[in-house]
Each structure stands twice: as structure tokens, then as C-alpha cells.
């Protein structure tokens, strides 16, 4: 397939193989054994073990708050208080840590 600027001859490639299901179709079904399929209207989804396991693994992590609620506000009564207190070396080398990773 040769690529121009237009776009034409990609957009009529991606709607001859979209429209009707060619040898590579049937190919990739044949090869795929016994992997479970999932099927949603038209489309027909192969997920091996492991991809369910990521996208379960996934979910749970979205499923989370991205904020521990319970430190935060444990953080804020001491700032209150005046008894929150900074921890200067394990602060400097976590920015260490970052920096070199970042680097590395």
C-alpha cells in the first residue's frame, strides 16, 4: 500500500478490510486455539488470561481514591496543632531518589 498525502488511498484500504472479513480474519481466529472469546455486536474481543488479569487488576486500582483521606486529615490537625513536623533528610533524599531515576 503506498501512503500519500491526501489520505485516500489509507481511508479506502481501512474500509475494504473493515467491510468485509478477508483470509487475515479467519487466520488470526484459526490460530488462536482455545482462548476464550468475548463478543460485543459486530466485534469479536480475544483476551488472553493475562489481559483479563491487567484489566481486573486495573479496575480495582481506578475503583481506589487517589487520596488517603484518613492521612490527609491526620496531617492537617497536627498543622493545626503546631506539632507537625518535617522531616528534612528523608525528605532530601526522596527528591534525591526522583532526581537520579529521572536521570538514570
Known sequence: ????????????YINQTALMPGKEQAEKTSTQGNIPSESTGDAIVN?????????KAREIIESEPDIRSEKVRAIQEEIE????KIDYDKTAEK???YFIDEMG
Open 47 to 55: 483476551l488472553s488470561n493475562a489481559s483479563k488479569e491487567v484489566q
Open 95 to 97: 527528591m534525591l531518589g
Open 81 to 84: 496543632k503546631g506539632a507537625y
Open 1 to 12: 500500500m503506498k501512503i500519500t498525502g491526501n489520505g485516500y488511498e489509507i481511508s479506502k
